[in-house]
């Protein structure tokens, strides 16, 4: 192969990964944009900036969704230097780089009490992920996907922090991708730690949660191992892994 060749394929590579993946960007509450670990670029910076979620190795999924990576994505689950301050109540709105619309799936959100500070907090073990608000596949909505509808809003999606108790917290953002899900382990996960601090006079504790490792299951054939293409035409229920929505 000539130089010139092996330069193009290896860009169609790169721009083929850029607009079929994507990462948070950033976390924006009251106004106040934080930065997430940026992708790319932040690997290469000494001292490390403050960011406000935990790093991420790239833009692509999590290769196997049944080990630890899970958690907080590929990248070691580090605790971010940065903690969001919000309060119960407030919105917080989750902004990816770029979102491709052939990647459908939910678009699910977790929250786990770091039980202190997290920067002593890896939620890898136990089962503290408490799911409070998803998009899976809702035809009333158009587009009816959550990956969709997240792209459709500019790549970016919005929670309400809900009544719980002052303290830290992770908010575990997250898109998974089912357009190859039929293929076992095809399923691709993206997700994200942000990093919160809760304040005001919330007095409500988290229900238990589930375990991520652990609730994604490969062989789920109700929200992992699924045909994308046999929910959209309604031959399947769609169920996203996780567990169902927790009221809080
Ligand atoms: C999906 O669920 C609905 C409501 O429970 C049911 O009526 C329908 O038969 C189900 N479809 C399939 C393909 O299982």
């Known amino acids: 192969m000539h130089v010139l060749e092996a330069l193009g394929v290896a860009l169609l590579g790169f721009i083929h990964s850029v607009s079929a993946h994507g990462y948070l960007k950033s976390v924006e509450v009251n106004g106040v944009s934080y930065l997430a670990w940026q992708v790319g670029q932040d690997d290469y910076l000494t001292p490390e ?5 935990r790093r991420i190795h790239d833009n692509g999924p999590v290769p196997d969704f049944t080990s630890k990576d899970i958690t907080c994505n590929v990248g070691g689950n580090i605790p971010a230097k940065g903690v969001v301050p919000v309060n119960a109540g407030d919105k917080v709105k989750l902004k990816w780089d770029q979102w491709g619309s052939s990647h459908s799936g939910p678009v699910m959100n977790y929250l786990a009490d770091c039980a202190g500070s997290c920067a002593n907090f890896k939620g890898d073990t136990g089962t503290p992920w408490v799911k409070f608000d998803q998009m899976a596949y809702d035809t009333t909505k158009t587009p009816p996907w959550g990956s969709d509808f997240l792209a459709k809003q500019g790549a970016s999606w919005t929670v309400t ?8 917290y992770i908010l575990r953002h997250e898109i998974l991708g089912l357009h190859v899900a039929g293929t076992r382990m095809g399923a691709q996960f993206y997700p994200a730690c ?7 006079s919330g007095t ?12 994604y299951n490969p062989d789920d054939k109700d929200g992992v191992l699924v045909q994308l293409w046999q929910v959209n035409q309604g031959q399947t229920n769609y169920t996203a892994p996780g567990g169902p929505v927790r009221t809080i």
Do not use: D, H, M, T
Request: net charge positive; proline share 16%.
């Open 161 to 168: 922090i809900p009544n719980i108790k002052p303290g830290e």
């Open 204 to 215: 409500k504790s988290l229900p238990a949660g589930v375990g991520l490792p652990g609730a």
């Open 194 to 200: 942000v990093q919160i601090k809760v304040g005001g």
């Open 49 to 53: 900036p403050a960011r406000y979620v």
